[in-house]
């Protein structure tokens, strides 16, 4: 089906029942997975899908529908309904489509690759097995929860009723392992995963498989540390944890609802001069690219913090007209309902250190390799969450540790990050390099 005809006709209909104005989204794609465990294979699954989302104004009353239902007839119930749904609405001032609409850009982000899309199920399956067997062969790994391996591909078409009629397509494809290791008597569990557009963003079967088991390997002997305050490392993995609390504190619909501890405080120092955040809806082959956001309007690398200076809010029209502000092609959409923020390909910048240097460096602290539990107020910037990880004395990792929180605040810890790695590396749409801040409370036994 030629979507984009079916999309012009739609918002024709919701013309001639009386929106002033309306937008569509149609997504279709296909799934595969597949997880193997103990080298069988426990499940393997294939599907596809395809819906519809329409959002409608009738002056600045705004209502949206989605349907899986192609069909014609139907499909014009939806359009007359969600215009009667949008006359029974309050007005908001603030609703509508973006102010300008950009025609949409030939650029070519490396989006779709259809390497994965070729390979042959069973050589989908064995390289799930590979990465599985390499981790259960090292010693003191003794079970498995799996390999899995999962890709996907997907076309999504845009249109409003400005004269905006954009499409694009995607894959991705990942790898990941869960091992599970045992050593007098304690059990623990960790994992490892590769992502990306296609085949050749992978890192082979086997490194996965090796790297999922000594992180597994590296849990084993884990115990408390009395309570103190010292330097706290977070390794990429967490510290992009760290990166996705800040997201969404410098989002527009944070600012409008009072829902930010940063919201007086553009255009100020809100973080280390180390830290700069970028977010880039372009990277190549990156898996947050795309040429336009979830409004028609180009996506773009924003650069919201700025040697640790708040420069811009993220915004969609929305919330830019809440604040303000302007819109940073930083709409998200789904078929189900109206935009909102969302990342692109969203990143700390790396710096120069290595990360080693980074834990040498500390005389005593906490190496962070996981987090527990969701104690992250971004209202107040209050930071409480539970973490794994090692001990550090001398510079030197000395023992695992496990059962510890560490607290402090956003607004502190921001600033006290003293150290920045250079192992800024991209395993999804989101990453960070090794940070470390200079001071947070440790509390163990």
């Not at 089906?1 to 149609?26: F, H, Q, S």
């Not at 960790?190 to 890192?203: C, Q």
């Not at 000395?398 to 990050?417: C, F, S, Y």
Request: hydrophobic residues 40%.
């Amino acid at each position: 089906m030629d979507y984009r005809e079916l999309a012009t006709d739609l918002l024709k209909a919701a013309r001639a029942c009386g929106a002033d104005a309306a937008d569509l989204l149609v997504g279709e794609g296909s799934e595969f997975s597949v997880t193997v465990r103990k080298g069988e294979v426990e499940t393997l699954t294939e599907a596809g899908s395809k819906a519809l989302g329409i959002r409608v104004f009738v002056g600045r009353r705004t209502a949206s529908s989605h349907t899986s239902d192609f069909f014609w007839p139907t499909l014009q119930h939806l359009v007359e309904e969600t215009v009667g749904m949008a006359r029974a609405t309050g007005e908001d001032p603030a609703a509508g489509l973006p102010d300008e609409i950009v025609p949409p850009e030939e650029v070519e982000l490396g989006m779709f690759d259809a390497s994965a899309l070729e390979l042959p199920t069973q050589e989908r399956i064995d390289r799930a097995r590979r990465a599985e067997a390499v981790a259960l062969q090292t010693p003191g790994i003794v079970n498995s929860q799996g390999a899995s391996w999962g890709q996907g591909e997907g076309r999504v078409v845009l249109a409003n009723t400005m004269g905006f009629l954009g499409c694009y397509r995607s894959t991705s494809v990942s790898l990941s392992v869960v091992p599970q290791a045992e050593r007098d008597g304690q059990m623990e569990r960790d994992y490892w995963y590769t992502s990306g557009r296609g085949l050749a963003d992978l890192e082979p079967p086997e490194q996965v498989g090796r790297t999922a088991a000594q992180r597994t390997l590296r849990r084993l002997g884990a115990r408390q540390v009395p309570t103190a305050e010292v330097p706290v490392v977070f390794d990429p993995e967490t510290a992009a944890e760290l990166l996705g609390t800040l997201f969404s504190a410098i989002s527009g619909y944070a600012v409008f609802r009072a829902a930010t501890f940063l919201g007086d405080q553009l255009g100020q120092a809100v973080a280390s001069p180390l830290l700069t955040v970028v977010d880039d809806g372009r990277r190549l082959r990156g898996l947050g690219s795309r040429p336009f956001d979830g409004e028609g309007l180009p996506t773009r690398r924003n650069v919201p913090v700025e040697g640790g200076v708040l420069r811009h809010w993220l915004c969609d029209s929305y919330s830019a007209r809440k604040i303000g502000a302007r819109p940073t092609g930083s709409a998200r959409r789904g078929v189900g309902g109206g935009p909102s923020v969302g990342a692109g390909n969203l990143c700390f910048e790396p710096g120069a250190s290595k990360p080693e240097a980074i834990v040498g460096e500390v005389e005593r602290g906490l190496y962070v390799t996981d987090l527990i539990g969701f104690g992250v107020n971004v209202v107040t910037g209050d930071y409480s969450q539970g973490a794994v990880g090692h001990w550090i004395e001398k510079g030197r990792l000395v023992h695992p540790v496990h059962e510890v929180t560490i607290a402090g605040n956003l607004r502190q810890m921001l600033k006290d990050v003293d150290a920045v790695g250079d192992d800024l590396v991209f395993r999804g749409s989101s990453a960070s390099p090794t940070l470390r801040v200079r001071r947070m409370t440790v509390s163990g036994s």
